[in-house]
């Protein structure tokens, strides 16, 4: 099977199914007429196992384990459902914060953050981890490199102009056709680059399950 049908089938992206075979935690053949990844049953039921984990909140390493036979399922979900239980805790004291903030009257400009904060201190020291939704707030991140790319490529195809104009202007017969040919290719090198690297970062920043990835 090809990768699309793989990915209608099972019901998780192309990009995931990438990331996972990146991870090795998927290793499908390669057609040796064409060179393509072919896909069978067995990498079909690998990703229905991962996408069942995956969906439990289970890590990759875990995962990982399990694939290897370093651990069985229930080795995995014992380790599983401590992490989950430490995280309801969290959640639990959270929870009783928030409870007792919405008894406070006053608008946020009043709010005494500095000794909630410090409250959320003790409780940290003691084990509690909070949820820092800051580290996680939408950035606007593809912005700086398509801006980057646009201003890079109207910078060249101006000195481009400004070269073509200069020559033609310095000049009573028609520039070489050598010098012509330099100037044209260089600006468009440039620009390619340019676009390739904004490509390659598009997909990077894509990469969200790489983001989640480097939670575990």
């Known amino acids: ?28 053949r390669r057609n040796s007429e064409n060179g ?32 290897s036979g370093a651990h069985t399922v229930g080795d995995g979900m014992r380790r599983h459902l401590v992490s989950l239980e430490r995280e309801r805790g969290n959640l639990d004291q959270a929870i009783r914060l928030c409870g007792r903030l919405t008894d406070r009257q006053e608008r946020l400009c009043d709010l005494d953050a500095e000794s909630v904060l410090a409250e959320m201190d003790t409780l940290e020291q003691t084990g509690t981890t909070f949820q820092n939704k800051q580290k996680r707030d939408v950035r606007i991140r593809y912005v700086a490199p398509v801006v980057i790319t646009v201003g890079m490529t109207l910078l060249m195809m101006g000195l481009t102009g400004l070269l073509f104009w200069s ?35 598009i997909r990077e920043i894509g990469k969200g399950e790489e983001d989640d990835a480097k939670s575990y």
């Not at 984990?53 to 990759?60: A, D, E, Q, T, Y």
């Not at 070489?176 to 040919?181: E, F, G, I, S, V």
């Open 1 to 28: 099977m090809k990768i699309n049908e793989v990915e209608a089938l099972v019901g998780i992206t192309r990009k995931n199914i990438r990331f996972y075979e990146s991870e090795g935690l998927l290793s499908p």
């Open 36 to 67: 393509y990844r072919d896909y069978g049953e067995a990498e079909v039921e690998a990703l229905r196992r991962i996408k069942l984990l995956r969906k439990l909140g289970v890590p990759l390493e875990e995962i990982r384990q399990m694939q």
């Open 167 to 201: 020559i033609y202007a310095g000049t009573n017969g028609s520039p070489p056709a050598l010098m012509l040919a330099v100037i044209t290719l260089l600006p468009l090198v440039v620009i390619g680059g340019v676009v390739l690297a904004l490509i390659q970062r």
